[in-house]
């Protein structure tokens, strides 16, 4: 049974990602760290949207923030922070 467990760790070293959630990513728990964002939060921070999800995202943002009040607010909190 040893030659088992060897044998799986190995593989498992050879692959930075193993299951493909979130916390089984390095860069996806780098960038966690970058904003901040606690690990337990299901969503993904590098992962890209498909593009319908996109498009829905962009049309319900652009209903709420019609004037791109949420730009100014992203803007407004950076420079808060002295990010840009």
Request: aromatic letters at 6%; charged letters at 25%.
């Given at each position: ?6 044998f799986l760790a ?75």
């Amino acid at each position: 049974m040893g030659w088992l467990t060897a044998f799986l760790a190995r593989l498992a070293g050879r692959h930075a990602v193993r299951c493909g959630c979130p916390l089984c990513n390095p860069a996806e728990l780098e960038q966690r760290d970058v904003i901040g964002m606690p690990y337990r939060h299901p969503e993904s921070i590098t992962r890209e949207l498909p593009g319908r999800q996109e498009e829905a995202l962009a049309a319900i943002g652009a209903e709420l923030w019609p004037d791109d009040e949420w730009a100014e607010i992203i803007l407004d909190v950076r420079r808060a922070e002295g990010q840009s």
